[in-house]
Nanobody, 127 residues
């Protein structure tokens, strides 16, 4: 049974930092692409970051335009754990953050290509 369990969401002030974690079970992060999406109230889900995996994967990292330079994605294959380090947080980063996993091709920015989803963890950026 596949499970992705996120943790680390909290309330943080603008300019602050936060680190999200995702523990994966049921598949290996080595063979799958893994990443993060987020959804703000009243908005569609948005791709935040991704690490490519699988036979053609090489661990390349991709970031959404709105977080590039502020967020860093990383993983530990041995622990099957994924992280999202978020710095210089802005109120616009307020959202529920989801850990995702997939195998195969497809643009990582497309919500429909991701097979597995966690339940989400809430991040609120507010003074």
């Amino acid at each position: 049974q596949v499970q992705l369990v996120e943790s680390g969401g909290s309330v943080v002030q603008p300019g602050g930092s936060l680190r999200l974690s995702c523990v994966v079970s049921g598949f290996s992060a080595v063979n799958y692409s893994v990443g993060w999406f987020r959804q703000a109230p009243g908005k569609e889900r948005e791709g935040v970051a991704c690490i490519s995996g699988g036979n053609r994967g090489d661990g390349r990292k991709f970031y959404g335009d709105s977080v590039n330079g502020r967020f860093t994605i990383s993983k530990d294959n041995g622990k099957n754990t994924l992280w999202l380090e978020m710095n210089s947080l802005e109120p616009e980063d307020t959202a529920t953050y989801y850990c995702v996993g997939k195998k195969g091709a497809g643009s990582w920015l497309l919500e429909r290509v991701w097979t597995y989803w966690g339940q989400g963890t809430q991040v609120t950026v507010s003074s």
